[in-house]
């Protein structure tokens, strides 16, 4: 069954270090998302993409985040100046439509020292 | 703006007993409502989703849920806990903007099953 896949699966940087999360979506998904849970709160809403642009972003979303889909398999996200309130688990998901099911990888785990 | 709120971080059953984990949302238009499900290290995976079809929607593993514009619920239920589905659970509300439609979260309930 065709599932989506994050890497790494842990993180650990240096605050003011730039991350690249990696994620493949499922093949044939169009709409691409990323996520993130803070340990013990809520999963937010970080960005969706969809024709190579952002079609969506949250207020959390900001210059220090990009996304980009660099290859026809690959989505990252990208933190350019980590900060410690960074750390969080980070989803990417992806979907065939807009309104289709949202298909969620493992998640990465980001750790800001 | 959509929210959701789930009653209990942690909930807490017998094998073989039922389960009911609550969700209320918010919002201002009609919405579409999902359950999701995380295993240990594992991605959230879909339960069952409600989308202005049933009221009630049955999903994967025996659960359901019953979608109740009255009291602006969509709680889970399954009539039986089985020990595999100690997990935690997570309640969604669509909410639209752009071309895609973001997934607001509630906090999520851990279940737990003893024997």
């Known amino acids: 069954e065709p599932e989506v896949t994050q890497t790494p699966s842990h993180q650990v940087t240096q605050m003011g270090q730039e991350v690249i999360l990696r994620c493949v979506p499922i093949s044939n998904h169009l709409y691409f998302y990323w996520y993130r849970q803070i340990l013990g709160q809520k999963v937010e809403f970080l960005v969706s993409?969809?024709?190579?642009?952002?079609?969506?972003k949250s207020e959390i979303f900001d210059d220090q985040f990009s996304v980009e889909r660099p290859d026809g398999s690959n989505f990252t996200l990208k933190i350019r100046s980590t900060k410690l309130e960074d750390s969080a688990m980070y989803f990417c998901?992806?979907?065939?439509?807009?309104?289709?099911?949202?298909?969620f990888g493992p998640g990465t785990r980001l750790t800001v020292l | 703006a959509q929210s959701v709120t789930q009653l209990g971080s942690h909930v807490s059953v017998s094998e073989g007993a039922l389960v009911l984990l609550r969700c209320n949302y918010s919002s201002s238009v009609p919405p579409y409502l999902f359950w999701y499900v995380q295993y240990p290290n594992q991605g959230l995976q879909l339960l069952l989703k409600?989308?202005?079809?049933?009221?009630l929607v049955k999903g994967i593993n025996g659960f359901e849920a019953e979608f109740k514009k009255s009291e602006t619920s969509f709680h889970l239920t399954k009539p039986s806990a089985h020990m595999s589905d100690a997990a935690e659970y997570f309640c969604?509300?669509?909410?639209?903007?752009?071309?895609?439609?973001?997934?607001?979260f509630g906090k999520g309930t851990l279940l737990t099953v003893n024997p």
């Open positions: 969604a509300v669509t909410s639209s903007g752009g071309s895609n439609y973001k997934l607001t």
């Open positions: 409600y989308t202005s079809a049933a009221t």
């Open positions: 993409f969809y024709n190579n642009e952002i079609s969506e």
């Open positions: 998901a992806s979907s065939e439509g807009s309104w289709n099911e949202q298909f």
